[in-house]
């Protein structure tokens, strides 16, 4: 049965968090708040956090820094997966993917149909692996985040995960969450 294992060790994995956003601050950056709060209450580590405009260049510079650092297992990305003529995080992410998870999408639009219905048709919500570290990239909605780490990503990257979790995927972590 599908599920966290308690009697495994957990091992914390060290995420970063964008917000992708012309008009959020990190004061009003809720959606981003959540992911930090939801993964360090998780055990996670927070590996760096930062606020860019709706820009493919400042998007792509800065999952690819993250992407470049040993230090940082999975980056999380919050806004610009819509249909507005901003919203540009895909075509800035996925070039740097030499994976597409495809199964991410899937999930978390079976998740959020219970939660907004046919609204997560409005969603172009995607991961994948770029270099040894996971992108997933959500809604700038924090009900969104919320749908996304609640019943997704907090069980798939907790070590514990059973049969299998993302963890055991991580260079690092292959030996001991195989």
Do not use: K, N
């Not at 806004?79 to 994976?99: N, Q, Y």
């Not at 969104?144 to 260079?171: N, T």
């Amino acid at each position: 049965m599908p599920g966290i294992d308690e009697r495994l060790e957990f091992h914390p994995l060290h995420i970063a968090v964008l917000t992708v956003s012309d008009t959020r601050t990190p004061e009003t950056d809720t959606s981003g708040g959540l992911l930090v709060e939801r993964l360090t209450a998780a055990g996670h580590r927070l590996a760096g956090r930062a606020l860019v405009p709706d820009d493919v260049d400042a998007i792509r510079a800065q999952v690819q820094a993250w992407i470049d650092d040993p230090a940082v297992d999975v980056v999380l990305t919050t806004g610009g997966t819509g249909f507005s003529p901003r919203d540009v995080t895909p075509e800035a992410v996925r070039p740097l993917f030499r994976r597409e998870m495809d199964g991410f999408s899937v999930v978390f639009h079976q998740m959020s149909l219970g939660t907004v219905g046919l609204s997560t048709l409005q969603s172009r919500a995607f991961a994948g692996q770029a270099g040894d570290s996971f992108v997933f990239c959500l809604p700038g909605s924090t009900g969104a985040c919320r749908d996304a780490w609640d019943l997704v990503l907090g069980q798939e990257l907790d070590s514990r995960y059973r049969p299998c979790s993302l963890a055991g995927q991580l260079p690092r972590l292959r030996e001991v969450c195989a």
